[in-house]
C-alpha cells in the first residue's frame, strides 16, 4: 500500500516508490531517497515538522513539505496492483 512519508508514524520501515516532479527531487535523491531504498521515520518534532528519518545509516531532516512528496510501500503490506 501506498502513502505520502508525510503520514508515517515514528517506528516505521517503508520503501521509497516514487518521488513527485519538483524543483527538490534531484536534491533527494542525491541525499539517497532513491526507488526501492528501505527508510525508517525515527521521530517527528513537537509539533510535527520537520521528521528525521534514517537513510542508509544516517538521520535526515524533512521539512512535512518536502516528505509529502515521496510516496512509499509500508512495510509488510502488499503492493497494491488495482
Known amino acids: 500500500m ?3 512519508l508525510s503520514t508515517i508514524r515514528p517506528g516505521q520501515h517503508v520503501t521509497v516508490a516514487s518521488i513527485q516532479d519538483s524543483f527538490l527531487k534531484p536534491k533527494l535523491m542525491e541525499m539517497g531517497l532513491v526507488i526501492g531504498k528501505e527508510i525508517e ?4 518534532a513537537p ?12 538521520v535526515l531532516s524533512l521539512r512535512l513539505e518536502e ?3 515521496i510516496q512509499v510501500n509500508v512495510a509488510g ?3 497494491d496492483f488495482s
Open 2 to 4: 501506498q502513502k505520502l
Open 47 to 58: 509539533l510535527g515538522d520537520p521528521i528525521a528519518i534514517d537513510v542508509q545509516g544516517y
Open 77 to 79: 503490506q502488499s503492493k
Open 41 to 44: 521515520v525515527l521521530f517527528c
Open 67 to 69: 516528505a509529502a512528496l
